[in-house]
């Protein structure tokens, strides 16, 4: 039995769900911040930005770019921030990803 390297993070499809303008700038902007989270907290082993800093739209985000704690975040803590994005919650309030970072960081220490 092979280990299939699943899909965390698909821009493309994600982009491609809606094509207006609204929708389109609310997951950019909420995908840069997420990743940015990801990135600074050294969560994922690829760049998700360009040379000039935007987040790359064509950026597939796989389990093995993860580290086991950023694996976790997507399975058990990533769902609910982006829950609380959808009913109207400010992307940029990431203490959810922040309280959920240090108790997984707890459980592996």
Same mark, same amino acid.
């Given at each position: @039995? $092979?280990?299939?390297? %699943?899909? @965390?993070?698909?821009?493309? @499809?994600?982009? $491609?769900?809606? &094509? /207006? !303008?609204?929708?389109? &700038?609310?997951?950019?902007? $909420? $995908?840069?911040?997420?990743?940015? %989270?990801?990135? #600074?907290?050294?969560?994922?082993?690829? #760049?998700? %930005?360009? *040379?000039?800093?935007?987040?790359?739209? #064509?950026?597939?985000? &796989?389990? /093995?770019?993860?580290? !086991?704690?950023?694996?976790?975040? %997507?399975?058990?803590?990533?769902?609910?921030?982006?829950?609380?994005?959808?009913?109207?919650?400010?992307? *940029?309030?990431?203490? &959810?990803? *922040?309280?959920?970072? @240090? *108790?997984?960081?707890?459980?592996? /220490?």
């Amino acid at each position: @039995m $092979s280990d299939i390297d %699943f899909n @965390m993070h698909n821009m493309p @499809m994600l982009l $491609s769900r809606n &094509k /207006s !303008d609204d929708y389109q &700038k609310r997951v950019i902007k $909420s $995908s840069t911040i997420l990743l940015s %989270f990801l990135k #600074d907290n050294n969560l994922i082993n690829i #760049d998700p %930005f360009n *040379e000039q800093g935007y987040l790359k739209l #064509d950026l597939v985000v &796989k389990q /093995s770019n993860l580290t !086991d704690i950023g694996n976790a975040l %997507f399975v058990k803590i990533i769902p609910n921030w982006f829950k609380y994005i959808d009913k109207g919650g400010n992307a *940029e309030n990431i203490t &959810k990803l *922040e309280k959920g970072l @240090m *108790e997984l960081q707890k459980t592996v /220490s």
